[in-house]
T-cell receptor
Framework: DADVTQTPRNRITKTGKRIMLECSQTKGHDRMYWYRQDPGLGLRLIYYSFDVKDINKGEISDGYSVSRQAQAKFSLSLESAIPNQTALYFC??????????????FGPGTRLTVL | GQNIDQPTEMTATEGAIVQINCTYQTSGFNGLFWYQQHAGEAPTFLSYNVLDGLEEKGRFSSFLSRSKGYSYLLLKELQMKDSASYLCAVRGTYKYIFGTGTRLKVLA
């Protein structure tokens, strides 16, 4: 079973709709992240959370919100989707204590298209 | 500001050696990572450097010079399956900052 899962894997929606992307992990990591990836722009950080009560904005948080429902769950919401939010979205986890490298582990991604 | 630069695209031949460079300017440094990402898939961890020098893992090696803000990823005995994007990332105080990635094409 995958350690970091994302649902849905693909989603097509219309401008103005509210949409939620969900991320779950079984790695027991405290730290979770949401990124978007666009061609030529690399991975850009939207939000990150170091524990259930800690939420921080990344470099491109406008138009997005997040919820850390539990240690294992971190959801990303687009309150009113717009076409330039069309991108590949990745959830990632890391753990300061559990890994000697503290590398990030990524989910499989959600391809979102906003028409 | 914070910036990570790496070449956009490289091409190499199967069996050859290729070096992918990365330069960075970041506020805070707690390690440099290399990830491999096949098209449409998640990035996967390749290597980590926090001290100056070379780290070797099989066909992959990564080098770091903190004083120069420079790293490279060396791939030996290239295989067709190595065709992918390679992402350089720096872990700062709280966050990871990614470069835009280098797309490597391996030709037969």
């Amino acid at each position: 079973d995958a350690d970091v899962t994302q649902t849905p894997r693909n989603r097509i929606t219309k401008t103005g709709k509210r949409i939620m992307l969900e991320c779950s992990q079984t790695k027991g990591h405290d730290r979770m992240y949401w990124y978007r990836q666009d061609p030529g722009l690399g991975l850009r950080l939207i939000y990150y959370s170091f524990d259930v009560k800690d939420i921080n904005k990344g470099e491109i948080s406008d138009g997005y919100s997040v919820s850390r429902q539990a240690q294992a769950k971190f959801s990303l919401s687009l309150e009113s989707a717009i076409p330039n939010q069309t991108a590949l979205y990745f959830c990632a986890t890391s753990d300061l204590q559990g890994s000697s490298y503290n590398e990030q582990f990524f989910g499989p991604g959600t391809r979102l298209t906003v028409l | 500001g914070q910036n990570i630069d790496q070449p956009t695209e490289m091409t190499a031949t199967e069996g050859a050696i290729v070096q992918i460079n990365c330069t960075y300017q970041t506020s805070g440094f707690n390690g440099l990572f290399w990830y491999q990402q096949h098209a449409g898939e998640a990035p996967t961890f390749l290597s980590y450097n926090v001290l100056d020098g070379l780290e070797e893992k099989g066909r992959f090696s990564s080098f770091l010079s903190r004083s120069k803000g420079y790293s490279y990823l060396l791939l030996k005995e290239l295989q067709m399956k190595d065709s992918a994007s390679y992402l350089c990332a720096v872990r700062g105080t709280y966050k990871y900052i990614f470069g835009t990635g280098t797309r490597l094409k391996v030709l037969a």
